[in-house]
């Protein structure tokens, strides 16, 4: 174990070079669960560090605000419970079947999915890599898996106002697929139900649920049919208790359920991590005029209409079937609390390098949601008693290469080994530390892991950078950069920026966010208690307004969060749950950490079929 | 008393419909179906009466190709006791399936059938008048409020019709077809989904059944409807009667 002295002052200055304990090597102790001596920091933690924000540090149980705690609940019990039928956890129920069938044991496997279908909440770019896919299932070809578009080019630019300027493409896309993720986890979904493994669509999992020891046991689905005011309708049911012997989190970037696990088990400290930091990534699926579509070409932006200080960019890949997806991804560190991410993506796409591919076609799909920046250094200790948190709710997306859904894929089939061998063989759950170390992620990852803080210093340094550690370096460097504040610690005060003007919208390029909304299959049950919870219901009125000019406003890519004026002409927050398409922006960018995600009703939520 | 219950897959509510460019249709490929919802209230009524004890049996019927049987599980998840596939792949016009109803009933024998007034993909509203026409029962089509008297073999049925609430009284068996207002729906439960898994289902073919399924119809174009147009203030009567006069044309 190597112990580093830190330089770094307690200001708030971003001092690069504190030298990290965690390294690459594997040789981390793997017999005592509680090891708080993985972290040699001399230093106590920043102010910037997540763990202090109180979200995360919560050791309070999970609220059950309405009825119905007295009357008991059906049980169901499984081996293994599985939360989020996406990349990560359906890859997870998929190797746990091939082990029991390749080793003649036998474990049932549960999935549970809050969206209505397998597929609905699932949205990402996607250029996609398929190293894992090819370890999980080698004949996904003859199987038909929706991936048949390979990367036929690359094309990389940098956008001022009027010009694109081509750029090296900085990714290495030769062998990879341009697909719809949500397609592929439908298929992916068919496959495991093939393998036996049990998916249950519209069933959300709100709680956890502890033993007497503080061992996770499996998970709580939400009571369905509650009023508004908290009442019971008449089709009332309520939730049933999920068990497992193992409880595998993947829920996706922020995971709810996995927040709160990270919190009361101290995930990040016990992983030497830093905070996770964020971006919101915003995308339309476009059917295109057939003259303009060149099936398997990749397109990525940086510039325009970004300034130098905020981190971000977009994409534009070539599906079939003259469907392109375009997107536009901003960091959620960004200072300007009257930056408007879906507006900036509105803008974007009148550029006069993009809006040709546009002109001509129909939106046919819209979306949003957050992703991980945080990579290597973010990466928290990913198992607690009981379980595990796997893909994106731990966060392994390879940001300069913008991939998560292979290293989501790969950390749930390691999950999967290490949860066979701790069922079948009596091993212990803390080996997915050590896989996850001695596998190909950790390479990755490790490898990229400067590549996004450099942009703390600004566009240049960080291309600059960029170029440095990919023609040069490759990620053979001494040090590790930190990230910079947290992304809702950095959100400035309203009156050090003046408001943005955005250009209104086009309805033929750009349009405006109920039209979008509306693309994307958003319905919730209307009746039912808010699923945005304020911890203090004063602050939207008394901080978020008055000091940082309500930016959930803003950021919100659903139009969630409106201030109205009320009777007495006093601006107050109204909170439009039913269009929530579940990006967790809220979660992460509230400035003072208020606003909660919790699940609503399962079922409700974007229908995304072609994202 | 035997129930039988007609469902519908369709695609769903919250999905927005694109009309294929071919215009030979709407775009059903990688689009979430489910149930259509007036036959979850149909189905919902049924298993009412069941738990109060009026009936002993709810049948779910359901016809078209193989993805159905993942709306006749949901079914059987709300509680019918068995399901009916009837398995085809063509396209199933009312007075097809108003056909094949006849001939299952002439094997099922249930003494009501209880349809949703409408399937929200073609808004026909046809098949439940047609079952009954065909079976020469009466029917209660409307219905916001049912009252079963299983003695006398009754059933009182509230029809919302444009004039308001009609009470008709059927004597058994009858044909209903249920309105929104009829009940709300219960939730699929997890553990009644796993129970639904073992329900048997039966399946049947349109010529098994003596049905021919042949169409007199033929969809010959599907667009989507003009573009609601802006509204346009006025600036007096006069220029109101104008325009309703020479560009509405409705005076």
Known sequence: MLKFCSIFSKSKSKNPFLLRSRTKSTSRSQSSPAAYTFSRRIFPYSKHSSLLAPASLSRVPPSRSFATDSEARDSIEYDVVVVGAGPAGLSAAIRLKQLCHQKGADLSVCVVEKGAEVGAHIISGNVFEPRALDELLPQWKQEEAPINTPVSSDKFWFLTKNRAISLPSPFHNKGNYVISLSQLVRWLGAKAEELGVEIYPGFAASEILYDANNKVIGIGTNDMGIAKDGSKKEKFQRGVEVKGRITLLAEGCRGSLSEKIIGRYNLREKGGAEHQTYALGIKEVWEIDERKHQPGAVLHTLGWPLDHKTYGGSFLYHMKDNQISIGFVVALNYQNPFMNPYEEFQKFKHHPAIRPYLEGGTVIQYGARTLNEGGFQSIPYPVFPGGAIIGCSAGFLNVPKIKGAHTAMKSGMLAAEVTFGVLNEGLDMDMYWKALRNSWIWDELYKARNYRPAFEYGLIPGLALSGLEHYLLRGKHPFTLKHGKADHEATNAAQLHSPIQYPKADGVLSFDVPTSLHRSNTNHEHDQPPHLRLRDPKIPETVNLPVYAAPESRYCPARVYEYVADEHNQLKLQINAQNCLHCKACDIKDPKQNIEWTVPEGGGGPGYSVM | ?251
Request: proline letters at 5%; one cysteine or more.
């Open chain 2, 1 to 251: 008393m035997k129930i039988m219950v007609a469902i519908k897959r369709v695609i769903d509510y919250a999905v927005k419909i694109r009309v294929k460019p071919d215009k030979s249709g709407v775009v059903t490929q990688n689009v979430k179906m489910s149930m259509n919802p007036f036959c979850e209230i149909a189905l919902e009524e049924a298993l009412r009466m069941r738990e109060s004890g009026l009936a002993s049996e709810v049948v779910a019927v359901t016809m078209g190709p193989s993805q159905c049987l993942d709306t006749l599980r949901t079914g059987l998840a709300m509680g019918a006791d068995r399901g009916i596939h009837v398995d085809s792949t063509s396209a199933l016009h009312p007075l097809h399936v108003a056909k094949i109803l006849r001939n299952l009933v002439q094997i099922e024998k249930p003494s009501l059938i209880i349809l949703g007034k409408q399937a929200i993909d073609d808004d026909c509203n046809q098949t439940g008048q047609m079952v009954a026409g065909l079976l020469n029962w009466p029917q209660g089509t409307f219905a916001s409020k049912v009252v079963l008297d299983k003695e006398k073999e009754e059933v009182t049925v509230d029809r919302e019709v444009d004039d308001g609430i009609e009470t008709v009284q059927l004597k058994l068996p009858a044909v209903i077809t249920t309105d929104l207002r009829l009940n709300q729906p219960r939730y699929a439960t997890l553990p009644n989904i796993m129970k639904a898994k073992s329900k048997p289902i039966k399946k049947f073919t349109p010529q098994e059944l003596n049905v021919e399924i042949k169409s007199d119809l033929e969809i010959v174009e599907v667009t989507e409807p003009p573009k609601r147009k802006a509204g346009v203030m006025v600036s007096s009567v006069d220029e109101l009667i104008d325009k309703l006069k020479n560009e509405a044309r409705v005076i």
